[in-house]
Nanobody, 120 residues
Framework: QVQLVESGGGLVQAGGSLRLSCAVS????????MGWYRQAPGKQRELVAT???????NYADSVKGRFTISRDNAKKLVYLQMNSLKPEDTAVYYCNANLRSRYGLVSTYWGQGTQVTASS
């Protein structure tokens, strides 16, 4: 059974910083792309940032220059450093991991989500 557990969310004033962490555990052969998504009330879930197993990153335009995604492959962790937070960043943030089996099949897993609130 695979689990993704996020931590690090909370309430911060606009302009502040938070760091999210996500730990992947369970029966894992290898991890491909990992990422962070977010969902604000009344809106669809949207991509925030992704990172490949070799460290190639991709960001939503709205967070470029403010957020940084990173990962520790040995520890099966992915991080999201969020700086200069804005009220519009307020959302539930979800960790995502694409796990590859020994047979080459890829399955997608999600964490339970962590609330990030940036107050104005």
């Amino acid at each position: 059974q695979v689990q993704l557990v996020e931590s690090g969310g909370g309430l911060v004033q606009a302009g502040g910083s938070l760091r999210l962490s996500c730990a992947v555990s369970g029966n894992i052969f290898s991890i491909d792309v990992m990422g962070w998504y977010r969902q604000a009330p009344g809106k669809q879930r949207e991509l925030v940032a992704t990172i490949t197993s070799v460290g190639r990153t991709n960001y939503a335009d709205s967070v470029k220059g403010r957020f940084t995604i990173s990962r520790d492959n040995a520890k099966k962790l992915v991080y999201l450093q969020m700086n200069s937070l804005k009220p519009e960043d307020t959302a539930v943030y979800y960790c995502n991991a694409n796990l590859r089996s020994r047979y080459g099949l890829v399955s997608t897993y999600w964490g339970q989500g962590t609330q990030v609130t940036a107050s104005s």
